[in-house]
């Protein structure tokens, strides 16, 4: 499944609830998965485990994404589709921060 397919996925199980939820909530909704992912990573959790947590926060900013209505595959290919936006090479040889 790539990103184009799981960002549509998202939409067609989820869009009723999140357009009702709006960006402010689902929002808090990926703090919160990220706060799940730092804790899975920092304590004892099985690769498992913590692939969950990774799976739940790109779901969560997947949804964001569908509530504010950007299609992440095209902003992907936009900006990091012709290489490092900051010195455009394939493999990176500057110091710019994304
Ligand atoms: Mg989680
Ligand atoms: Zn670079």
């Known amino acids: 499944m ?4 799981f960002q549509q996925l998202i939409e067609k ?9 709006g960006s ?20 004892n959790h099985s690769q498992e485990e913590k692939a969950a947590e990774f799976a739940d926060v790109l779901a969560w900013l997947v949804t964001l994404a569908n509530v504010e209505g950007i299609d992440l595959s095209d902003a992907l290919h936009a900006k990091y589709g012709r290489g490092c936006p900051g010195c455009g090479l394939m493999v990176c040889t500057c110091n710019e921060k994304a």
């Open 2 to 5: 790539d990103i184009r397919d």
């Open 13 to 21: 199980m989820y869009s009723h609830k999140d357009r009702q939820r």
């Open 24 to 43: 402010a909530g689902t929002f808090l909704w990926l703090m919160e998965e990220i706060g799940e992912l730092a804790e899975a990573i920092a304590g």
